[in-house]
């Protein structure tokens, strides 16, 4: 009969997303949240005392089982065959700022950004890394978006108050409220082409 602390590691393992602790108690039938969070913290020291190579997060309002840094050379050279995906400085420029400033309009974010970010939003929503948080009080009504929780898995976050600090303010958008295509300068801008362009991973 396995114990409580071994269909914990089971979850953690099993699970492709964190696992809340609400969740373990309800699995596993406990008292309590406490008692839930007691075995994942006495789980993840057992891992850290036999210095395996995996270790347990929290992260995105939850746990999750991860590799550790130091094996990293080697994972590198698993995936090195395999064709990664990758976010665009476009999306990442437009995570930013959705991140910052969430809930945030399309007609905002070209604003500051200066291009029409149609397709790096399209894109970003297919990833779930954004979702619509519903619609502003404004002419046109355009759609507002926030992040969502695998943003804060993608970003290692446990919560978006551990964004790193930014020294000043975004530029706060002066226009554009109506939804429609934006000018700047007396132009519209351009297509942003969401996908295409260079490809960064998350953090470079």
């Known amino acids: 009969m396995p114990q409580p602390i071994d269909v914990v590691e089971a979850l953690l393992f099993a699970s492709d997303t964190p ?4 969740r373990i108690q309800e699995v596993l039938d406990l008292g309590s949240p406490a008692e839930a969070r007691a075995l994942v913290l006495e789980l993840r020291t057992r891992y850290e005392v036999e210095d395996r190579g995996l270790q347990i997060v929290e992260v995105g309002g939850g746990f999750r089982m991860v590799t550790r840094p130091e094996v990293a050379p080697w994972l590198v050279r698993l995936a090195k065959s395999r064709t990664r995906s990758r976010l665009s ?3 990442l420029e437009t995570l930013a700022i959705i991140g910052y ?3 945030v309009s399309r007609p905002e974010i070209d604003m500051m950004r200066g291009v029409n970010s149609e397709a790096v939003l399209e894109g970003l929503m297919d990833r779930r890394l954004i979702r619509i948080a519903g619609r502003k009080d404004a002419p046109g009504r355009p759609f507002l978006y ?3 929780r695998e943003f804060l898995v993608a970003f290692g976050l446990r919560e978006l108050s551990e964004l790193p600090h930014v020294e000043g303010d975004l530029p706060a958008p002066s226009a554009g409220e109506s939804g429609q295509a934006l000018t700047v300068g007396g132009q519209t801008p351009q297509q942003d082409p969401g996908r295409s362009g260079a490809g960064v991973a998350p953090g470079q």
Request: charged share 40%.
């Open 19 to 22: 696992v809340e602790v609400e």
């Open 89 to 91: 400085r476009s999306a």
């Open 101 to 103: 400033r969430q809930p």
């Open 146 to 148: 926030e992040t969502t």
